[in-house]
């Protein structure tokens, strides 16, 4: 079989979603430069669970590396290629833009060029609801326009839907985007809320609770996250016949292109998410009430109706069985 290449393999999502394609029996290259933005341990764990499937091949790679990525286009004939390595969060851009420029838009124009020069037939790559940006009328709809991005972050996630348009237009590759909300999950990243607020209390540490807890999220559960990936992975991008430039529409064209949201579509209050997470681990928080920061946004809610037509999704995981899964697994990580 032809291998699928994963790229952002070590991280939270790539690592997952590498784990069901290859118990579907399907080969994957899992591509990650194995960047230090958070604990680099956490990677190497994930890798190694990995590493014991058969069929998996790993590559230590930079996607802004264009010699080795090329190289490793001529070694493995990719038909398929999930996108999901990024330099991600919304406050460290604030402070580091240039390791966005060059893993968000470098990278991702060199994945876009081999893509193109060795005849890949699907590029599923990830974006993130942070586009939707000064946006305020929800739920969110991929047929909104959304040229308001209020992080750096943010616009490099939408400069990714415009560069893959642009090829999908220019060499008919199709393309599919998926909006992220809120990802969270075991093996979930240590700069998340999930993660920081399960790790804050079970230390006795107070909790940085911004906009005075005045926050909502459309929390998604990894699983239902890996399933639609693999389910679009499987359907290529296809024209819309009904496109017109006079209306145009942001989340399909006359080009293979396609964009979809991917959430669990159910927002939940901050404050309600601590109260799961403090009956899970059977502690009270301490919390450290703060402002709004910069960048962002106080809400996100996701229409999947789009996902739901195009390969019959739903997402299937309330919010307490995920809390309830997600500190289980930190006890078994941490040893508590």
């Not at 994930?46 to 069929?55: K, S």
């Not at 807890?213 to 639609?228: I, L, N, P, Q």
């Not at 979809?260 to 450290?288: D, F």
Request: net charge neutral; proline share 6%.
């Amino acid at each position: 079989m032809t291998p699928i290449l994963v790229t952002g393999a070590a991280g939270f999502i790539g690592f997952h979603l590498s784990q069901r394609l290859l118990a579907q029996g399907r080969p994957v290259v899992g591509l990650d430069n194995m960047s230090a933005y958070y604990d680099v341990a956490l990677k190497r764990d994930r890798l190694a669970q990995l590493q014991t499937a058969p069929g998996f091949t790993f590559a230590e790679i930079d996607l802004a590396d264009e010699t080795a990525l090329k190289q490793l286009f001529e070694r493995h004939r990719f038909e398929i290629v999930f996108n999901m390595a990024a330099q991600a969060g919304v406050r460290y851009s604030l402070s580091n833009p240039q390791a966005y420029v060059k893993s968000n838009l470098d990278g991702f124009v060199n994945l876009l060029e081999c893509c193109r020069h060795h005849s890949v037939k699907h590029l599923v790559f990830a974006s993130s609801s942070s586009v939707y940006g000064a946006v305020t009328k929800m739920p969110f709809n991929v047929h909104q326009n959304v040229d308001h991005p209020l992080s750096l972050y943010a616009a490099t996630k939408k400069s990714n839907e415009l560069l893959a348009h642009s090829y999908a237009h220019l060499f008919r590759i199709p393309m599919t985007g998926l909006r992220f909300f809120t990802v969270y999950g075991p093996w979930g990243r240590p700069d998340m809320a999930m993660y920081l607020f399960t790790r804050a209390i079970f230390a006795g540490e107070p909790i940085d609770v911004f906009n005075n807890g005045d926050m909502e999220r459309d929390f998604t559960y990894v699983d239902d996250v890996v399933e639609a990936l693999v389910r679009v992975g499987d359907q290529a991008a296809t024209p819309n016949p009904n496109w017109s430039g006079q209306t145009p529409d942001p989340a399909t064209s006359t080009a293979p292109y396609r964009l979809y949201n991917i959430g669990n579509s159910q927002p939940v209050k901050l404050m309600h998410l601590i109260k799961l997470i403090e009956e899970a681990v059977g502690k009270k928080a301490l919390l450290r009430m703060l402002p709004m920061q910069p960048g962002d946004v106080p809400a996100t809610f996701a229409d999947v109706e789009d996902l739901a037509r195009a390969v019959d999704f739903a997402p299937r995981t309330s919010i307490e069985m995920g809390v309830q899964r997600f500190v289980r697994w930190y006890r078994d990580y941490c040893g508590l």
